[in-house]
Protein backbone atom coordinates (compact mmCIF):
# COMPACT_ATOMS: atom_id res chain seq x y z
CA UNK A 1 0.00 0.00 0.00
CA UNK A 2 2.24 2.76 -1.32
CA UNK A 3 1.80 6.61 -0.66
CA UNK A 4 2.71 8.76 -3.17
CA UNK A 5 4.52 11.15 -0.88
CA UNK A 6 6.73 8.38 1.11
CA UNK A 7 10.64 9.13 -0.04
CA UNK A 8 12.02 6.05 -1.55
CA UNK A 9 15.07 4.39 -1.13
CA UNK A 10 18.13 5.91 -3.11
CA UNK A 11 20.50 3.75 -5.20
CA UNK A 12 23.14 4.39 -7.56
CA UNK A 13 23.45 3.02 -10.77
CA UNK A 14 26.36 2.86 -13.69
CA UNK A 15 23.75 2.77 -16.14
CA UNK A 16 20.08 3.21 -17.00
CA UNK A 17 18.64 2.00 -20.62
CA UNK A 18 15.35 3.88 -21.52
CA UNK A 19 13.53 3.67 -24.78
CA UNK A 20 11.55 6.42 -25.45
CA UNK A 21 9.08 7.06 -28.35
CA UNK A 22 8.63 10.75 -30.22
CA UNK A 23 6.92 12.33 -27.51
CA UNK A 24 9.31 10.93 -24.81
CA UNK A 25 7.08 8.25 -23.28
CA UNK A 26 8.51 4.82 -22.38
CA UNK A 27 7.89 2.46 -25.45
CA UNK A 28 7.83 -1.26 -25.79
CA UNK A 29 6.69 -3.74 -28.12
CA UNK A 30 3.40 -4.72 -28.63
CA UNK A 31 2.31 -8.09 -28.13
CA UNK A 32 0.66 -8.01 -31.49
CA UNK A 33 4.25 -6.82 -33.04
CA UNK A 34 6.11 -9.09 -31.13
CA UNK A 35 4.29 -12.05 -32.33
CA UNK A 36 4.98 -11.05 -35.84
CA UNK A 37 8.59 -10.43 -35.56
CA UNK A 38 9.16 -13.11 -32.90
CA UNK A 39 11.10 -10.03 -31.28
CA UNK A 40 10.19 -8.38 -28.26
CA UNK A 41 11.52 -4.85 -26.80
CA UNK A 42 10.69 -4.64 -22.20
CA UNK A 43 10.98 -1.83 -20.40
CA UNK A 44 10.96 -2.43 -16.54
CA UNK A 45 10.35 0.12 -14.50
CA UNK A 46 11.01 -0.28 -10.98
CA UNK A 47 10.97 1.74 -7.72
CA UNK A 48 13.94 0.25 -5.53
CA UNK A 49 12.07 -1.99 -3.10
CA UNK A 50 14.01 -4.37 -1.08
CA UNK A 51 13.38 -8.78 -2.72
CA UNK A 52 10.78 -6.69 -4.87
CA UNK A 53 12.87 -5.33 -7.28
CA UNK A 54 16.08 -3.24 -6.65
CA UNK A 55 19.63 -3.21 -7.79
CA UNK A 56 22.54 -5.47 -6.43
CA UNK A 57 25.97 -6.23 -7.49
CA UNK A 58 24.77 -3.85 -10.49
CA UNK A 59 22.37 -6.23 -11.40
CA UNK A 60 18.65 -5.98 -11.04
CA UNK A 61 17.27 -8.40 -8.84
CA UNK A 62 14.43 -9.64 -6.88
CA UNK A 63 11.16 -11.05 -6.90
CA UNK A 64 9.09 -9.33 -9.15
CA UNK A 65 12.26 -9.57 -11.79
CA UNK A 66 12.31 -13.09 -11.45
CA UNK A 67 8.63 -13.54 -12.12
CA UNK A 68 9.32 -11.56 -15.36
CA UNK A 69 12.29 -13.61 -16.26
CA UNK A 70 10.60 -16.62 -16.07
CA UNK A 71 8.09 -14.77 -17.97
CA UNK A 72 10.23 -14.54 -20.84
CA UNK A 73 11.51 -17.74 -20.89
CA UNK A 74 8.14 -18.47 -21.18
CA UNK A 75 7.39 -16.66 -24.60
CA UNK A 76 10.80 -18.04 -25.85
CA UNK A 77 9.68 -21.79 -25.18
CA UNK A 78 6.20 -21.50 -26.31
CA UNK A 79 6.25 -18.65 -28.81
CA UNK A 80 9.47 -18.44 -30.41
CA UNK A 81 9.60 -14.84 -28.83
CA UNK A 82 13.08 -13.42 -27.99
CA UNK A 83 13.15 -10.53 -25.69
CA UNK A 84 15.25 -7.67 -24.62
CA UNK A 85 15.25 -5.64 -21.47
CA UNK A 86 15.86 -2.22 -20.44
CA UNK A 87 15.27 -1.14 -16.82
CA UNK A 88 14.44 2.47 -15.72
CA UNK A 89 15.04 3.22 -11.84
CA UNK A 90 12.58 5.52 -10.74
CA UNK A 91 13.14 6.58 -6.87
CA UNK A 92 10.48 8.85 -7.11
CA UNK A 93 6.63 6.74 -6.51
CA UNK A 94 5.13 9.50 -8.60
CA UNK A 95 7.19 9.37 -11.03
CA UNK A 96 7.30 5.48 -11.01
CA UNK A 97 3.34 5.39 -11.65
CA UNK A 98 3.33 8.65 -14.07
CA UNK A 99 6.08 6.91 -16.31
CA UNK A 100 3.73 3.41 -16.33
CA UNK A 101 0.42 5.45 -16.77
CA UNK A 102 1.65 7.32 -19.88
CA UNK A 103 3.88 4.31 -21.69
CA UNK A 104 2.77 2.16 -24.48
CA UNK A 105 3.39 -1.49 -25.27
CA UNK A 106 5.84 -3.61 -23.14
CA UNK A 107 6.51 -1.49 -20.25
CA UNK A 108 6.03 -2.92 -16.88
CA UNK A 109 5.77 -1.33 -13.30
CA UNK A 110 7.82 -3.61 -10.68
CA UNK A 111 7.63 -3.00 -6.93
CA UNK A 112 5.07 -4.32 -4.44
CA UNK A 113 2.42 -1.91 -5.88
CA UNK A 114 -1.63 -2.56 -4.46
CA UNK A 115 -4.25 -3.74 -7.18
CA UNK A 116 -7.01 -1.13 -6.63
CA UNK A 117 -10.02 0.03 -7.90
CA UNK A 118 -8.91 3.34 -8.22
CA UNK A 119 -5.42 2.54 -9.91
CA UNK A 120 -7.40 -0.24 -12.43
CA UNK A 121 -9.05 3.05 -14.44
CA UNK A 122 -5.59 4.35 -15.17
CA UNK A 123 -3.77 1.31 -15.44
CA UNK A 124 -3.60 -2.24 -16.44
CA UNK A 125 -2.71 -5.05 -13.74
CA UNK A 126 -1.14 -8.99 -13.40
CA UNK A 127 -3.40 -11.34 -11.65
CA UNK A 128 -2.11 -10.77 -8.32
CA UNK A 129 1.34 -12.05 -7.32
CA UNK A 130 1.71 -11.98 -3.55
CA UNK A 131 -1.48 -11.56 -0.59
CA UNK A 132 -0.58 -8.42 0.75
CA UNK A 133 -0.44 -8.24 5.01
CA UNK A 134 -0.90 -5.38 6.87
CA UNK A 135 0.90 -6.29 10.43
CA UNK A 136 1.09 -4.41 13.76
CA UNK A 137 4.46 -3.88 15.14
CA UNK A 138 6.11 -2.84 18.11
CA UNK A 139 9.88 -3.05 19.85
CA UNK A 140 10.86 -6.13 20.64
CA UNK A 141 10.63 -5.69 24.54
CA UNK A 142 6.84 -5.26 23.92
CA UNK A 143 4.62 -8.29 25.83
CA UNK A 144 2.59 -9.73 23.00
CA UNK A 145 -1.04 -8.20 22.51
CA UNK A 146 -3.68 -10.80 23.73
CA UNK A 147 -6.19 -9.26 22.10
CA UNK A 148 -6.82 -6.13 19.82
CA UNK A 149 -10.14 -5.50 21.63
CA UNK A 150 -7.53 -5.16 24.83
CA UNK A 151 -5.21 -2.69 22.96
CA UNK A 152 -5.98 0.27 25.12
CA UNK A 153 -5.08 -1.52 28.41
CA UNK A 154 -1.90 -3.77 27.43
CA UNK A 155 -0.60 -0.88 24.81
CA UNK A 156 -1.35 2.07 27.83
CA UNK A 157 0.87 5.47 27.09
CA UNK A 158 2.05 3.93 23.71
CA UNK A 159 2.37 5.94 20.92
CA UNK A 160 1.94 5.40 17.16
CA UNK A 161 4.04 5.90 14.19
CA UNK A 162 2.58 6.63 10.93
CA UNK A 163 3.25 7.97 7.43
CA UNK A 164 0.58 10.75 6.38
CA UNK A 165 -2.11 9.86 4.07
CA UNK A 166 -1.32 6.52 4.05
CA UNK A 167 -3.07 3.22 4.37
CA UNK A 168 -1.30 2.73 7.73
CA UNK A 169 -2.81 5.97 9.38
CA UNK A 170 -6.27 4.93 8.03
CA UNK A 171 -5.73 1.26 10.18
CA UNK A 172 -4.15 3.35 13.23
CA UNK A 173 -7.46 6.02 12.93
CA UNK A 174 -9.48 2.51 12.85
CA UNK A 175 -8.19 1.27 16.35
CA UNK A 176 -8.30 4.57 17.75
CA UNK A 177 -11.91 4.98 17.11
CA UNK A 178 -13.03 1.28 18.08
CA UNK A 179 -10.41 0.45 20.61
CA UNK A 180 -8.46 2.98 22.13
CA UNK A 181 -9.75 6.88 21.78
CA UNK A 182 -6.70 8.51 23.93
CA UNK A 183 -4.27 7.07 21.52
CA UNK A 184 -1.52 9.19 20.47
CA UNK A 185 -0.49 8.88 16.19
CA UNK A 186 2.37 10.84 15.35
CA UNK A 187 3.59 10.99 11.54
CA UNK A 188 6.63 11.11 10.05
CA UNK A 189 7.96 10.81 6.41
CA UNK A 190 8.54 7.55 5.69
CA UNK A 191 9.08 3.84 6.87
CA UNK A 192 12.67 3.90 7.36
CA UNK A 193 11.62 6.53 10.53
CA UNK A 194 8.91 4.36 11.26
CA UNK A 195 11.08 1.53 11.80
CA UNK A 196 13.83 3.53 13.60
CA UNK A 197 11.24 4.31 15.97
CA UNK A 198 10.09 0.55 16.16
CA UNK A 199 13.74 -0.20 17.08
CA UNK A 200 15.17 2.49 19.92
CA UNK A 201 12.02 2.73 21.63
CA UNK A 202 9.78 0.60 23.40
CA UNK A 203 6.84 2.99 23.64
CA UNK A 204 6.43 2.91 20.15
CA UNK A 205 3.98 0.82 17.51
CA UNK A 206 2.68 0.87 14.10
CA UNK A 207 1.31 -0.92 11.38
CA UNK A 208 3.55 -1.97 8.20
CA UNK A 209 2.97 -3.65 5.43
CA UNK A 210 4.29 -7.69 5.38
CA UNK A 211 7.35 -6.73 3.35
CA UNK A 212 8.90 -4.51 5.61
CA UNK A 213 8.24 -6.88 8.69
CA UNK A 214 10.22 -9.44 6.07
CA UNK A 215 12.92 -7.08 6.17
CA UNK A 216 12.79 -7.34 9.69
CA UNK A 217 13.43 -10.70 10.07
CA UNK A 218 16.02 -11.45 7.43
CA UNK A 219 17.79 -9.20 9.33
CA UNK A 220 17.08 -10.58 12.59
CA UNK A 221 16.10 -6.64 14.04
CA UNK A 222 14.60 -6.34 17.50
CA UNK A 223 11.14 -6.09 15.90
CA UNK A 224 7.91 -7.61 17.23
CA UNK A 225 4.86 -8.83 15.08
CA UNK A 226 1.47 -8.62 16.94
CA UNK A 227 -0.22 -11.09 15.38
CA UNK A 228 -3.40 -10.12 16.57
CA UNK A 229 -3.22 -7.10 14.45
CA UNK A 230 -2.68 -8.94 10.94
CA UNK A 231 -5.32 -7.86 8.11
CA UNK A 232 -4.67 -9.33 5.25
CA UNK A 233 -6.22 -6.40 3.13
CA UNK A 234 -5.02 -6.16 -0.59
CA UNK A 235 -2.58 -8.16 -2.99
CA UNK A 236 0.83 -6.39 -5.36
CA UNK A 237 0.12 -6.85 -9.00
CA UNK A 238 2.22 -6.14 -11.76
CA UNK A 239 1.63 -2.56 -13.51
CA UNK A 240 1.20 -2.09 -17.32
CA UNK A 241 -0.38 0.70 -19.09
CA UNK A 242 -3.91 0.77 -19.62
CA UNK A 243 -5.08 -1.64 -22.29
CA UNK A 244 -1.52 -3.17 -22.50
CA UNK A 245 -2.21 -6.40 -25.31
CA UNK A 246 0.38 -8.00 -22.82
CA UNK A 247 -2.02 -8.26 -20.23
CA UNK A 248 -3.75 -12.02 -21.43
CA UNK A 249 -0.51 -13.77 -22.03
CA UNK A 250 1.61 -12.43 -18.83
CA UNK A 251 -2.10 -13.43 -16.52
CA UNK A 252 -2.03 -16.80 -18.63
CA UNK A 253 1.53 -17.39 -17.10
CA UNK A 254 1.28 -16.49 -13.38
CA UNK A 255 -1.99 -18.22 -13.08
CA UNK A 256 -1.64 -21.56 -15.16
CA UNK A 257 2.02 -21.71 -14.80
CA UNK A 258 3.66 -19.70 -12.35
CA UNK A 259 2.12 -19.25 -9.16
CA UNK A 260 1.21 -22.15 -6.54
CA UNK A 261 4.29 -24.12 -8.13
CA UNK A 262 7.17 -25.27 -6.92
CA UNK A 263 9.29 -22.81 -8.67
CA UNK A 264 7.31 -19.88 -7.42
CA UNK A 265 8.05 -20.88 -3.87
CA UNK A 266 11.52 -20.95 -4.62
CA UNK A 267 11.22 -17.68 -5.94
CA UNK A 268 9.98 -16.19 -2.68
CA UNK A 269 12.56 -17.97 -0.87
CA UNK A 270 15.70 -16.96 -2.85
CA UNK A 271 14.16 -13.29 -2.39
CA UNK A 272 12.07 -12.73 0.48
CA UNK A 273 14.13 -15.77 2.68
CA UNK A 274 12.39 -18.96 3.82
CA UNK A 275 10.96 -17.52 6.97
CA UNK A 276 9.14 -15.05 4.67
CA UNK A 277 7.75 -18.03 2.77
CA UNK A 278 6.84 -19.83 6.02
CA UNK A 279 5.23 -17.05 7.30
CA UNK A 280 3.44 -16.18 3.91
CA UNK A 281 2.00 -19.33 4.28
CA UNK A 282 0.52 -19.25 7.39
CA UNK A 283 -1.36 -16.48 6.40
CA UNK A 284 -2.72 -18.45 3.59
CA UNK A 285 -3.77 -21.25 6.05
CA UNK A 286 -5.82 -18.62 8.12
Known amino acids: MRNPNQKKFCLSILAVWTVLNVSGQLS ?103 DNVSLLLSNGKVNTLSELGKIADEFAGMVAYSLPSSSYLRRLNEIKSKYYPNLKIVTVPTEAEVLEKLRTDENAFAILDVNYYIDVLKKKENIKRHPVGDLKDDQFGILMPKNSDWEPVLSSFLNSELIGSSRYSQIISDNLGSSALRLLNSFKAN
Do not use: C, H, W
Request: aromatic share 14%; net charge negative; glycine share 8%.
Open 28 to 130: GSTYQESKQSKKANFVYVYDGIPGFAELKDNQASGLVVDLMRDFEAYLKNKEGIEVSTQFVLKDDFSEFLGDVKTARGAVFGLSNISISEERKKSYTFSPPYL
